[in-house]
């Protein structure tokens, strides 16, 4: 079936230390979306992308849709003990179509 | 309000229990969804009701049962689970189905005995 790709599984940084993790699709996806999910908590949206090329920031996140519409970044700089979660990217092969979901990139931070 | 509230937060249940999961949301929202999650996993996307009619049926087992008995509400029967049920139950909402940010509730553990 339909999969998004996520790496790495885990990640661990120390504190102040940057973070990235990317997704790959096979197929060309309609948009990409990011969610967030503490320990112990559920996802939260972050954001959504949709054009080809697309970067967007949000403070010390930086979020990036590749031209081709198949991969798509999230990069944290300077980590904070806050980051700590896993962080899933989600797309839509059409707009019509239901999300899938990667499956996640645990960040834990050392301090 | 921008909140998707569930309840209950805990649900420990049998095989042979009846039981219902709610959800709530005052978002005006028209797209309701119902996710499994299991630790350590991504949500696994179960039902989506738009517009109070069910969209997709992931193909769930018929011991989880949805229903939308308004645009606000969500509710999940529960009967004769398998202890593999157990899990996380989230429901969320979106402004329409399809591309829209969903809005996640913070879910149900469920454990089934």
């Known amino acids: 079936g339909q999969q998004v790709m996520q790496i790495p599984q885990y990640q661990h940084v120390q504190e102040g230390e940057d973070f990235t993790t990317y997704c790959n699709s096979s197929?060309?996806?309609?948009?990409i979306q990011w969610y967030k999910q503490r320990p112990g908590g559920h996802p939260v949206f972050l954001i959504q992308?949709?054009?080809?090329?697309e970067v967007k920031k949000q403070k010390r996140l930086t979020f990036q849709f590749g031209e081709a519409k198949k991969n798509s970044s999230l990069h944290i700089t300077a980590t904070q003990t806050t980051d700590v979660g896993t962080y899933f990217c989600?797309?839509?092969?059409?707009?019509?179509?239901?999300?899938?979901f990667g499956k996640g990139t645990r960040l834990h931070i050392l301090p | 309000d921008t909140e998707v509230t569930q309840t209950p937060k805990h649900l420990v249940m049998g095989m042979t229990n009846k039981k219902s999961l709610k959800c709530e949301q005052h978002?005006?929202?028209?797209?309701m969804y119902w996710y499994k999650q299991k630790a350590k996993k991504p949500p696994e996307l179960m039902f989506v009701?738009?517009?109070?009619?069910?969209?997709i049926n992931e193909s769930v087992p018929s011991r989880f049962s949805p229903e939308c008995p308004n645009s606000s509400l969500l509710n999940l029967h529960l009967h004769a689970l398998q202890p593999e049920d157990s899990a996380l139950y989230l429901c969320?909402?979106?402004?329409?189905?399809?591309?829209?940010?969903?809005?996640f509730g913070p879910g149900t553990r469920l454990t089934v005995l």
């Open positions: 978002m005006g929202h028209r797209a």
């Open positions: 009701y738009s517009y109070e009619k069910l969209s």
């Open positions: 989600a797309g839509h092969m059409n707009r019509d179509d239901k999300i899938i």
């Open positions: 197929t060309t996806l309609s948009n």
């Open positions: 992308l949709v054009k080809s090329g």
């Open positions: 969320a909402s979106s402004q329409e189905w399809g591309w829209a940010e969903q809005f």
